[in-house]
């Protein structure tokens, strides 16, 4: 059995002003000792999941069990962890030694004992002798050195990072990035780092967490993280990517962006699927030498390789080359095996119950739709707007619902609020190709997924309008 | 060129004021108070205020009265404030407003209410006349304490409150040891403008039928009795008193300060 310092169990946490759920449903197991890393986008509630370690912020339900025992509403001054704020959060009417002595001087250490600490502490983040500087004095990368020192010295058993080095200068954070990871190795206590850097948390992290509206999206190693995204959104997240897509259409052969490929998983016949290319694994070619090819729309100078897209039919690739190429040059390209990478296209049928009112109309929050229901329900024809049963009776039809169910991209979006069913704004876009997908959530917090492929902002506020041909009706009782 | 030229003599207007109105009256204020009715230069103004019983009595009954309504002020101001700057409260700026309104209603109208109330209370004024004073300048000048204590309690950075949760601190410890010494420049602001007033309005006093003498009474009487020599070295003399009190928490407000949080 693995040693978990931390169990997470089914923890919720929903902001009562105004019904925003932050953490979803939550299941999460560290180990001791490890360097963990939640990883997401903000708004993904990774900041809220480490507040919640730290007792900041309590589950609305859910349980936080450390070392097995049960913490979830233990103070966050009794739990043996420590936290490194975002903004260092050091005492500004305190000196150097005073911060760092804080907590010490709680416990009541003996004077000789608590100048032993500090001292060792402060040279652990190679400010010695700093113990009479006045916090105002320090520049904002030793700031964050004291606030590691501050939490250090307290020997936790578990250290929380919330974005600590998201303030500082490109090279600094380098530096603490290689800093923070020799500390982990030399303390050997667990790390939770929370970063919506991508390359920060693949840098420094043994297990990195991706987290997206609330939930996991996929745990796992730095280099399956990368190489093997579970989903569309962590492909995206993670580094760049081009996203197609497919369908599986032998053993081993997957069909995209016009071309068959062989691929390295393997997945049924038939699947829909979709397809992650990073753009350093395309290979150009000459144009008849590829499986695809297509035409250079734009090239960029990126100082170690060049950014190239290349559009080919309905889709368009990015690729990294050291090889410049000019726009308008037709290219072929070419894809290894394992530079194909495979995940199961997610359902994203839209469902949701309309109210009968007769015959043939239902309502959906006070909007009309046209539905034959002798269609739907086995048996009845429709007489006068009423539903009736083989035998001439009414049917009655109070407790029965129908359930609707629509593709992605049988979905439209208009800028008319008015003008579907329902509107929501766009919370998340992902390009696919030769389309995006948009995550919209409406007014009642129930998010739908909607193909469309023209580019929309984030934040838009859209009507969704569905067609009602394209609708699918079934009975629910 | 032309555009400093311009912004500087922005400033002309509120210099003309300030030598009529600040630096002129400050050097007459001096010439007085070191001067007697002969206009020759003399210390016996400054030692008359020392000798004298009456005056140091009525310092020090003002200091008194001052000191005891600050204290009042204080512990009934923290609280409020704290609730209302910490407090998760949906009605706070109705709450602010309820303390703050008081100031928009006309001086002379509240007392007047006040000394109704009183009397009310009490029957005759004249038995309690240093406990009217306090109350009334307490209801005063309570939002001037108010105010400066919330404000610094409502700009304090909530990281600062947990992390020294998350070191271990319990609430009270955590009051003790950050919220309170951080907004120690609110409290001192709050002081300095219920002290000094408390000091020298009388016209609380006046209205509230105590006799008393307290700091603005006594040079309103030396002035009224063409007495400017005297008037005017007291008036110096509380001026000396408030610029080493402002001094002295300045100095504190340098040590409390917020540092370089970004």
Known sequence: ?477 | MKMTFSRKSLGIPYGIFLFLFVVAPLVVIVYYAFTNGSGQFTFENLTGFFKDPNTMGTLVYSLFLAFVTTCICLLLAYPVAYVLAMGKLKLRSVLMMLFIMPMWINFTLRITALKEILTLLEGNLAFYPFLNSVIGMTYDFLPFMILPIYTTLSKMDLSLIEAAQDLGADRKQTFTRVILPLSMPGVISGISMVFLPAMTNYVVLDMLYNSTYIMGSLIGSYFSAYNWHGGSMISLILLALICIFTLLSSDRQEETRGGNNL
């Open chain 1, 1 to 477: 059995m693995k040693d978990n310092i931390i169990e997470l169990i089914n923890v919720t946490r929903r902001f009562d002003d105004n019904g925003f759920i932050a953490v979803n449903d939550l299941n999460l197991d560290i180990a001791r000792g490890e360097f963990v890393t939640l990883l997401g986008p903000s708004g993904c509630g990774k900041t809220t999941t480490l507040r919640m370690i730290a007792g900041f912020d309590l589950p609305t339900s859910g349980q936080i069990l450390l070392d097995g025992k049960d913490i979830t509403d233990i103070p966050p001054n009794l739990r043996p962890i420590n936290t490194v704020f975002q903004r260092y959060a050091l005492f500004p009417h305190m000196n150097i030694y005073d911060n760092i002595a804080f907590g010490l001087k709680l416990k009541k250490l003996p004077e000789e004992e608590m100048r032993r600490k500090v001292s060792h502490v402060l040279e652990m983040v190679d400010l010695e002798g700093f113990e009479k500087r006045r916090v105002s004095t320090l520049s904002g990368g030793q700031q964050q050195r004291i606030a590691i020192a501050r939490a250090l010295v307290n020997e936790p058993e578990i250290l929380l990072l919330d974005e600590p080095l998201g303030a500082l200068d490109l090279k600094m954070r380098k530096e603490m990035q290689i800093e923070l990871k020799a500390m982990h190795d030399q303390l050997g206590i667990t790390f939770i780092y929370v970063t919506h850097d991508q390359e920060e948390a693949l840098t420094m992290s043994d297990k990195i967490v991706v987290m997206s509206e609330g939930k996991i999206q996929q745990t796992g190693v730095p280099e399956d993280i990368y190489n093997e995204p579970a989903n569309a959104f962590v492909a995206d997240f993670i580094g760049e990517s081009n996203i197609f897509k497919g369908i599986m259409t032998g053993k081993l052969k997957v069909r995209f962006c016009g071309g068959e490929f062989e691929c390295v998983d393997d997945v049924d016949e038939g699947t829909l699927v979709d397809v992650v290319v990073r753009p350093e694994d395309v290979i150009l070619t000459a144009p008849e030498e590829g499986t695809v090819s297509g035409t250079v729309t734009s090239v960029i100078f990126k100082g170690i390789h060049y950014e190239i897209t290349v559009e080919s039919g309905k889709n368009e690739m990015v690729i990294q080359s050291t090889k410049a190429s000019k726009v308008g040059d037709e290219v072929g390209m070419k894809l290894d095996p394992d530079g194909i990478h495979i995940i199961i296209a997610e359902d994203n049928t839209t469902r949701f119950e309309a109210e009968i009112v007769d015959g043939h109309t239902l309502d959906y929050n006070g909007k009309t739709i046209n539905c034959d229901l002798s269609k739907v329900i086995p048996g009845c024809s429709v007489r006068d707007g009423e539903l009736t049963d083989q035998s001439g009776n009414k049917v009655d039809t109070s407790a029965m619902k129908i359930l609707i169910s629509i593709e992605p991209g049988d979905i439209e979006m208009s800028d008319d609020v008015e003008a579907g069913i329902t509107s929501g704004r766009i919370i998340n876009l992902i390009y696919k190709g030769d389309h995006y997908s948009y995550v919209v959530r409406t007014g009642h917090g129930h998010d739908l997924v909607v193909d469309d492929e023209y580019l929309w902002n984030m934040d838009d506020q859209v009507g969704l309008i569905m067609p009602e041909d394209k609708m699918r009706f079934a009975v629910k009782k």
